[in-house]
């Protein structure tokens, strides 16, 4: 595999010069009949509008147009061309069925504002959906309104906000581990709490000691991540619930890594009162590309009443309906009912795998990602001992000697024709690589990806200048991240007339 990966260069021929190149004066992609009815001067019609032309605009035929663009999408990575092992997010295969499913007429085209007795079907889905959650967390009411993780969060946190003023007292604290993905902190703060940081201990787990100290008649709740976001499964949690409730504090869970927890443990068992799911993870809601996510809230019966307005209900007939009086709901948090084509993808990933297949999904994310930890830790250094759950972190440490970082490596992971895997979080791995291979990858990919990442750590043992300048396969090679990120060319431009 190295040698191959190592010559190959990219294949540069006339088909793959830029459109702009190839444009010649005179060509058109469009012959359109003479105009055979009255009409105006454009300039007239157009107005200030009016424009005769582009400068530098391409003219180019309708074939060159179309493998230009077809071109351009067979440069790209995505889930459906290999294994996307971005720790943390779980890209896993997304069933085409979710979308066929989606795509029927009356879930796709109903519109919000139908009156409740003619979208009967579509506030079923809504009602199932929220129902399968609550099975599988164990918890007692669901909304599916938040539209991503982090509003989830928030969602989450203004309840119990909310419901510990009507107590008495909002308390000023929220605990966060030092090992959360920033969207916890960040909740918090809009919430108007103050987030305090928790040491993780060398397990990387959250020490209890360290809690019990930290939680006092100030702190409002424990936001607590499980498995963790090194993939470790907080084992303690239960004494850690208790602690919390019994200083008069709440248990928020950060669900997004349930991948590891569906079908096998229930976070309500855990004494958990609140979570976050994300769809867009666990259950096979496309992300990526700034589509639609959605971050449904799980709460314990004592906070249903906060839930977002409104809530999705049976009545005593059977019917389905949209309740709306919440006196004290926490409010909307989200246009209409959250993103509805998402709930219905999640639904149809439920019912097609059903408890046995759920369970199954879990079992294998938690093998592939122990098997890439038990291949890999005899050549990049293990921070944390195993068994991980659904991902595992490993770290440069010892490449980090030779001058290549994780970030190297992920780059050079490019030639061999694998996405890269998460770099540099959580933050406290110095030189994180966190790899979440998810339940799509067969065994043989896997191996694939191994076989990758030693020959990569081989590399840089032998010649490490060479893994530094990857990638070397690709049309672009290293960007000046600083400029890429601070000055970003993301469209082409007329160049402006003289
Ligand atoms: C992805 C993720 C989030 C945030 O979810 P978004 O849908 O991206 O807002 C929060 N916590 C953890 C642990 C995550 O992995």
Not at 74 to 96: E, Q
Not at 303 to 311: C, F, G, I, K, T
Not at 389 to 412: F, N
């Amino acid at each position: 595999m190295k040698s191959r990966v190592r010559t190959a260069r990219p294949h540069v021929n006339q088909n793959e010069a830029l459109i702009f190149e190839r444009s010649t004066p005179g060509k058109c992609g469009v012959d359109l009949p003479p105009l055979d009815v009255p009409s105006a001067s454009p300039a007239e019609a157009l107005g200030s509008l009016y424009r005769d032309g582009i400068e530098g605009f391409p003219e180019v035929s309708e074939v060159e147009v179309v493998r230009h663009f077809t071109r351009l999408s067979t440069w790209n990575y995505g889930v459906d061309t290999g294994i996307y092992p971005l720790g943390s997010c779980t890209m896993k295969y997304n069933p085409r069925l979710n979308e066929a499913v989606a795509r029927l007429e009356g879930l796709a085209t109903d519109h919000p504002y139908t009156p409740e007795t003619l979208a009967q079907g579509c506030l079923q889905v809504l009602y199932q959906t929220a129902e399968c959650l609550a099975e599988i967390t164990g918890m007692d009411a669901v909304s599916l309104q938040p539209a991503a993780g982090a509003q989830g969060e928030l969602t989450g946190i203004l309840m119990i906000r909310a419901w510990l003023t009507e107590r008495g007292n909002p308390r000023r604290y929220v605990l966060v581990p030092d090992s959360a993905h920033g969207t916890n902190p960040a909740s918090v703060a809009i919430s108007g709490y103050q987030a305090l940081p928790l040491k993780s201990n060398e397990r990387g787990c959250l020490d209890l000691r360290e809690l019990s100290e930290a939680m006092t008649d100030e702190v409002a709740a424990l936001m607590l991540t499980n498995p963790n976001t090194l993939g470790i499964f907080e084992a303690q949690i239960q004494e850690m619930a208790a602690l919390v409730h019994a200083r008069g504090g709440l248990v928020y869970m950060d669900g997004a890594n349930m991948n590891a927890l569906v079908g096998v443990a229930r976070p309500a068992d855990f004494g958990v009162d609140v979570m976050h799911l994300n769809l867009h993870k666990t259950f096979t809601t496309p992300h990526g590309g700034g589509g639609p996510g959605s971050g449904p809230v799980a709460v314990k019966k004592f906070l249903e009443p906060y839930l977002p307005s409104p809530v999705v209900e049976r009545s005593s007939d059977g019917s389905i309906r949209l309740n709306h009086d919440r006196p004290k709901s926490i409010g909307r948090v989200r246009a209409f009912y959250g993103n509805f084509g998402m709930a219905v993808r999640a639904l149809a990933y439920i019912l097609a795998n059903g408890p046995e297949g759920l369970r199954q999904t879990t079992e294998d994310a938690v093998l592939n990602a122990n098997y890439v930890l038990a291949r890999l830790r005899d050549v990049y250094d293990l921070p944390y001992p195993p068994p991980c759950m659904h991902e595992c972190v490993l770290s440069d440490r010892r490449q980090a000697a030779r001058g290549v970082r994780t970030g190297d490596i992920a780059k050079r992971l490019i030639d061999y024709g694998f996405h890269p895997y998460t770099t540099s979080f959580p933050l406290i791995v110095p030189g994180a690589m966190m790899i979440e291979p998810t339940e799509s990858a067969s065994k043989e990919e896997l191996d694939e990806f191994i076989a990758a990442l030693r020959s990569i750590a081989e590399e840089i043992e032998e010649d490490a200048s060479f893994v530094l300048q990857a990638p070397h396969t690709t049309r672009v090679s290293r960007l000046d991240e600083a400029t890429a990120a601070r000055k970003p060319i993301l469209r082409w431009n007329p160049s402006p007339r003289s």
